[in-house]
């Protein structure tokens, strides 16, 4: 800060002289530590290049395409690649999938064309009708579709169907814990305050587990719930108590005269609720929302610790296969995961933060 | 609804319906009776199918199973342990080894957090762009699979004992682990280097590769959250605050130290105790590469072994809540410290 402070008039030339002077070499400090972490930076480029490109093997797809097991082995991925797409899912099924999941999209997409016409019914219909149609389409067993266990589903298909599912449950049990936690009836109110603080303090893991190995005990003999099934709910159950927090925090920015006005145009609790309360709480706890998604879709890896296996379970379970063994396959594969979900990860938190200065904007311009 | 009116105005305002002259409170109370009434019936019928479910499979329950011999090992145990311990002591083994981890990685994220939030803040562009990559880079990436990286990739890239790396001559790095002198209690204060022996480095202290991967794993992936907080906690720090501090011909450094740290600290505190608890759970993500903690080894050992499921996830969730809620206090105690000074 005090070097800021000294900066002379001189030293704000413009161009590209003037720019390095003021960001890299401002005082003789910070020109050595600019220095060294160029070279350093240097540096790991090269060897980055060495190791990712120059001698990395490229060709082939069969496991005798990566003669050298240290090195890093690309013919892994591309031979694995459904695998690491739909998992154990049969292949002449896997149109299925590809439908489900395009609909998905295209519904997404349209959402987000602000002109679109009729938006608030495709809204509803990818809130409502299409989580339920899509499960009917992946898993089958009805109306002519074969049935497909859930053991079969695998790879990226399963993160998205694993998170889409939780997100979908937990913000409708979000918003009501959320409400709950504010209720008139010291009974809810309690009841849910506690429920939410408690499994707030649970690692997923362990919730997990105790949920997988529970939950037949808690339930009759004659309900079976398969494996996806409980790991979903053990993910439902953290995932509502988080949306509720994040719920929660918006519920709080409203001022007392909205609620006050809502009960004074003589809506019920259930509508001002629906018109009044939840339409402003949810636009101010969106961040916490996304980041709270993004969260939940990261967090889906650790299946593969119970034995379902998602992206990186596949990856795992392809790596370990006797004919690929070796740390330079496991790279490439932990390398493409990674490259995966990153770029989920950072253009959904972008598109977050643009939307969050969207809707202070708008909050800005409506008081 | 009958409390004073202070209590009621702080209802308002977190969003309660007031409630109005006419309301019938009587309602609400027979509401909350019927409620309270199927709770009470949902929890009886969990039980009682539990306690059926449980007869049919022929499993006993009642915690004697800790006093039962353990009949396993663990690779690493803080206080002395055998196979013929008692259970209870495999879990105390594995409840230090999570607190182990879990310091190790608190301390580590801290610091690096601490670093590159700084980092950020720099006027030397270079400097604040590569904070931001590091950011962008770990926060992205799931927290498993940066674990299983160093684990099955970066560590097995470690020599073998033979050749193994000398970073001093008393610490030692290779493919099992690394080893370093610690305190030796079996005959009086002593430091015992590491030694080479016929199959490991004998005496000291050593941290198994497990360990490694999990530390500098959650480390990296949570120290780019808490750099994010210390940025934003000494950007909330208003400029004329610094400004005032170079008036008053502090030195830079005594500025951040004295003047800025401890405002910056009343707005990093609850979101770092959010992200140090984070740190703590994630600790258990420990199972899928098998470092002994309570998950792995009482969770899924101790509970095959003795067949008392119920029991097993009941310590564990306790566990875990207990230290939450312990640390949630700890925090929330320094957190009222910080704001009450200087107001």
């Given at each position: 800060m005090a070097s800021e402070l000294t900066?002379?008039?001189?030293?704000?030339?413009?161009?590209l002289s003037g720019w390095l002077r003021r960001n890299l070499f401002s005082s003789w400090w910070n020109a050595a530590v600019s220095l060294v972490l160029l070279g350093l930076l240097a540096m790991l480029a090269v060897r980055l290049f060495q190791w990712l490109i120059i001698d990395a093997q490229w060709a082939g797809s069969a496991p005798s395409a990566c003669a050298d097991t240290t090195s890093l082995c690309w013919p892994f991925v591309r031979a694995r690649w459904p695998q690491f797409l739909y998992?154990?899912?049969?292949s002449e099924e896997v149109w299925r999938v590809n439908l489900g999941l395009a609909a998905g999209a295209l519904l997404g997409a349209a959402l987000a064309v602000?002109?679109?016409?009729?938006r608030r019914w495709i809204a509803a219909f990818l809130l409502l009708a299409y989580p339920p149609l899509a499960w009917w389409l992946f898993r089958?067993?009805?109306?002519?579709l074969t049935p497909v266990q859930t053991s079969l589903w695998g790879g990226f298909f399963l993160t998205l169907v694993v998170t889409g599912s939780v997100f979908w449950v937990s913000l409708l049990a979000g918003v009501l814990l959320a409400l709950g936690r504010q209720s008139r009836l010291a009974l809810v109110r309690q009841a849910c305050t506690v429920w939410i603080e408690f499994w707030r303090a649970v690692p997923v893991l362990v919730l997990l587990f105790v949920v997988i190995i529970m939950l037949p005990l808690f339930l009759p003999a004659n309900i079976e719930i398969d494996k996806l099934g409980r790991a979903m709910i053990a993910f439902a159950i953290l995932m509502s108590t988080y949306l509720a927090e994040a719920v929660r925090g918006g519920l709080q920015s409203l001022s007392a005269g909205q609620y006050e006005a809502a009960r004074a145009l003589g809506l019920n609790w259930r509508q001002s609720r629906l018109h009044v309360v939840l339409p402003q709480a949810l636009a101010v706890s969106l961040p916490q929302i996304t980041s709270n998604f993004i969260g939940l879709f990261k967090e889906t890896t650790v299946l593969l610790v119970i034995g379902l296996f998602d992206l990186l379970g596949e990856v795992q379970r392809a790596a370990s296969d006797p004919q690929w063994l070796g740390t330079g396959t496991t790279a490439a594969g932990y390398i493409f995961v990674a490259v995966f979900f990153w770029t989920a990860c950072f253009c959904l938190s972008r598109a977050s933060s643009r939307l969050e200065r969207r809707i202070t904007r708008y909050r800005a311009a409506a008081t | 609804m009958r409390g004073n009116s202070g209590l009621r105005r702080q209802r308002l305002a977190e969003g309660e319906t007031p409630s109005l002259p006419g309301m019938r409170k009587n309602s609400a109370f027979w509401l909350q009776c019927l409620l309270g009434l199927a709770l009470v019936a949902l929890v009886v019928l969990v039980f009682r199918t539990t306690q059926s479910n449980l007869e049919l499979l022929g499993v006993q329950s009642g915690f004697d199973f800790l006093w039962k011999k353990a009949g396993f090992s663990i690779s690493q145990h803080l206080i002395p342990y055998t196979e013929d311990s008692p259970i209870w002591v495999a879990l105390a083994v594995a409840i230090l080894n999570t607190l182990l981890l879990a310091v190790f990685c608190i301390f580590l994220a801290s610091l690096l957090g601490l670093a590159v939030g700084i980092g950020r803040l720099s006027s030397n562009w270079l400097v604040s762009r590569l904070s931001l990559a590091y950011l962008e880079l770990f926060r992205n990436i799931p927290v498993l699979l940066q674990i299983f990286f160093w684990y099955y990739v970066a560590l097995r890239a470690l020599p073998s004992l033979e050749s193994s790396i000398f970073i001093t001559d008393y610490l030692v790095l290779n493919n099992r682990g690394l080893y370093f002198p610690f305190i030796e209690f079996a005959n009086g204060f002593a430091i015992s280097p590491p030694v080479p022996g016929r199959f490991a480095y004998e005496g000291g202290f050593y941290l198994m590769p497990e360990f490694l991967a999990l530390w500098i794993g959650l480390s990296l992936y949570n120290g780019s959250y808490i750099s994010e907080i210390v940025r934003s906690g000494f950007q909330s720090v208003a400029r004329g605050q610094w400004e005032a501090g170079a008036a008053l011909g502090l030195k830079p450094a005594t500025v951040l130290r004295r003047v800025a740290l401890p405002q910056a600290l009343r707005a990093v505190l609850p979101p770092l105790t959010t992200v140090y608890m984070n740190m703590f759970k994630a600790t258990s993500l420990a199972a899928a590469i098998a470092y002994p903690e309570i998950v792995s080894v009482f969770v899924g050992t101790v509970n095959n072994l003795a067949g008392r499921p119920v029991e097993v996830m009941a310590v564990s969730l306790v566990f875990y809540a207990g230290v939450s809620f312990l640390v949630a206090w700890l925090m929330g105690r320094w957190n009222k410290r910080v704001t009450m000074r200087g107001q």
């Amino acid at each position: 800060m005090a070097s800021e402070l000294t900066t002379s008039a001189a030293r704000q030339r413009a161009g590209l002289s003037g720019w390095l002077r003021r960001n890299l070499f401002s005082s003789w400090w910070n020109a050595a530590v600019s220095l060294v972490l160029l070279g350093l930076l240097a540096m790991l480029a090269v060897r980055l290049f060495q190791w990712l490109i120059i001698d990395a093997q490229w060709a082939g797809s069969a496991p005798s395409a990566c003669a050298d097991t240290t090195s890093l082995c690309w013919p892994f991925v591309r031979a694995r690649w459904p695998q690491f797409l739909y998992g154990l899912y049969p292949s002449e099924e896997v149109w299925r999938v590809n439908l489900g999941l395009a609909a998905g999209a295209l519904l997404g997409a349209a959402l987000a064309v602000r002109r679109m016409p009729a938006r608030r019914w495709i809204a509803a219909f990818l809130l409502l009708a299409y989580p339920p149609l899509a499960w009917w389409l992946f898993r089958g067993g009805t109306w002519g579709l074969t049935p497909v266990q859930t053991s079969l589903w695998g790879g990226f298909f399963l993160t998205l169907v694993v998170t889409g599912s939780v997100f979908w449950v937990s913000l409708l049990a979000g918003v009501l814990l959320a409400l709950g936690r504010q209720s008139r009836l010291a009974l809810v109110r309690q009841a849910c305050t506690v429920w939410i603080e408690f499994w707030r303090a649970v690692p997923v893991l362990v919730l997990l587990f105790v949920v997988i190995i529970m939950l037949p005990l808690f339930l009759p003999a004659n309900i079976e719930i398969d494996k996806l099934g409980r790991a979903m709910i053990a993910f439902a159950i953290l995932m509502s108590t988080y949306l509720a927090e994040a719920v929660r925090g918006g519920l709080q920015s409203l001022s007392a005269g909205q609620y006050e006005a809502a009960r004074a145009l003589g809506l019920n609790w259930r509508q001002s609720r629906l018109h009044v309360v939840l339409p402003q709480a949810l636009a101010v706890s969106l961040p916490q929302i996304t980041s709270n998604f993004i969260g939940l879709f990261k967090e889906t890896t650790v299946l593969l610790v119970i034995g379902l296996f998602d992206l990186l379970g596949e990856v795992q379970r392809a790596a370990s296969d006797p004919q690929w063994l070796g740390t330079g396959t496991t790279a490439a594969g932990y390398i493409f995961v990674a490259v995966f979900f990153w770029t989920a990860c950072f253009c959904l938190s972008r598109a977050s933060s643009r939307l969050e200065r969207r809707i202070t904007r708008y909050r800005a311009a409506a008081t | 609804m009958r409390g004073n009116s202070g209590l009621r105005r702080q209802r308002l305002a977190e969003g309660e319906t007031p409630s109005l002259p006419g309301m019938r409170k009587n309602s609400a109370f027979w509401l909350q009776c019927l409620l309270g009434l199927a709770l009470v019936a949902l929890v009886v019928l969990v039980f009682r199918t539990t306690q059926s479910n449980l007869e049919l499979l022929g499993v006993q329950s009642g915690f004697d199973f800790l006093w039962k011999k353990a009949g396993f090992s663990i690779s690493q145990h803080l206080i002395p342990y055998t196979e013929d311990s008692p259970i209870w002591v495999a879990l105390a083994v594995a409840i230090l080894n999570t607190l182990l981890l879990a310091v190790f990685c608190i301390f580590l994220a801290s610091l690096l957090g601490l670093a590159v939030g700084i980092g950020r803040l720099s006027s030397n562009w270079l400097v604040s762009r590569l904070s931001l990559a590091y950011l962008e880079l770990f926060r992205n990436i799931p927290v498993l699979l940066q674990i299983f990286f160093w684990y099955y990739v970066a560590l097995r890239a470690l020599p073998s004992l033979e050749s193994s790396i000398f970073i001093t001559d008393y610490l030692v790095l290779n493919n099992r682990g690394l080893y370093f002198p610690f305190i030796e209690f079996a005959n009086g204060f002593a430091i015992s280097p590491p030694v080479p022996g016929r199959f490991a480095y004998e005496g000291g202290f050593y941290l198994m590769p497990e360990f490694l991967a999990l530390w500098i794993g959650l480390s990296l992936y949570n120290g780019s959250y808490i750099s994010e907080i210390v940025r934003s906690g000494f950007q909330s720090v208003a400029r004329g605050q610094w400004e005032a501090g170079a008036a008053l011909g502090l030195k830079p450094a005594t500025v951040l130290r004295r003047v800025a740290l401890p405002q910056a600290l009343r707005a990093v505190l609850p979101p770092l105790t959010t992200v140090y608890m984070n740190m703590f759970k994630a600790t258990s993500l420990a199972a899928a590469i098998a470092y002994p903690e309570i998950v792995s080894v009482f969770v899924g050992t101790v509970n095959n072994l003795a067949g008392r499921p119920v029991e097993v996830m009941a310590v564990s969730l306790v566990f875990y809540a207990g230290v939450s809620f312990l640390v949630a206090w700890l925090m929330g105690r320094w957190n009222k410290r910080v704001t009450m000074r200087g107001q």
